[in-house]
């Protein structure tokens, strides 16, 4: 692992330093990452940007598999990546293999339908929209609880909505692509 050598000043002790926890290293590491990619300087990451990290550093995308990964990481739908949605994937320990669906053409498919419910294109299945959604999914064979329990289930992240992120992960246990 990464280890904290850099010290920043402790604002509760002026002349004393600290060493940065692994968390903010992290923040850090992810904020110059982004920074480099960012090469518009436009504050976001496009789909072009995503692409030269994504080679750079040793992991080569497909275009459809890079349009799917944008599309699970834009969680504000803006079509490029903002600091904080970033972040939010550069954290994660396995960051890439997140992006590499061995079966882009099923993910896709999973995505499309996923905006189809999304009526508002907040990037997010509500609560009314999970229940045509709910509906729609039973009327294709699968056995869903009521929609309430559904949804509980899918939101995983308590917020009383699905991610796409939610749905995918949901999707490959319920109905994995075929190999």
């Not at 907040?122 to 009521?146: C, M, Q």
Request: aromatic share 8%; with cysteine; hydrophobic share 35%.
């Amino acid at each position: 692992g990464l280890v904290g050598v850099v010290l920043v000043e402790d604002n509760s002790h002026p002349t004393s330093m600290r060493p940065l926890s692994p968390t903010e290293i992290a923040a850090m590491l992810s904020q110059v990452v982004f920074n480099k990619y960012d090469t518009d300087k436009s504050g976001s990451v496009s789909l072009e940007e995503l692409k030269a990290m994504c080679y750079d550093m040793g992991h080569p995308m497909s275009d459809l598999q890079l349009q799917n990964a944008m599309r699970m990481l834009d969680n504000s739908g803006n079509g490029s990546l903002s600091l904080s949605e970033f972040q939010q994937w550069w954290k994660q320990q396995n960051r890439f293999d997140t992006l590499k669906e061995p079966n882009p053409e099923w993910l896709n498919g999973v995505i499309q339908h996923f905006s189809y419910f999304d009526s508002d294109k907040s990037g997010f299945i509500t609560a009314d929209e999970a229940k045509a959604l709910h509906a729609n999914l039973v009327s294709y064979g699968h056995a869903l609880p009521s929609v309430d329990e559904w949804l509980h289930k899918l939101d995983l992240s308590q917020d009383g909505q699905i991610s796409l992120r939610e749905y995918v992960d949901w999707m490959a246990q319920h109905s994995p692509p075929s190999s």
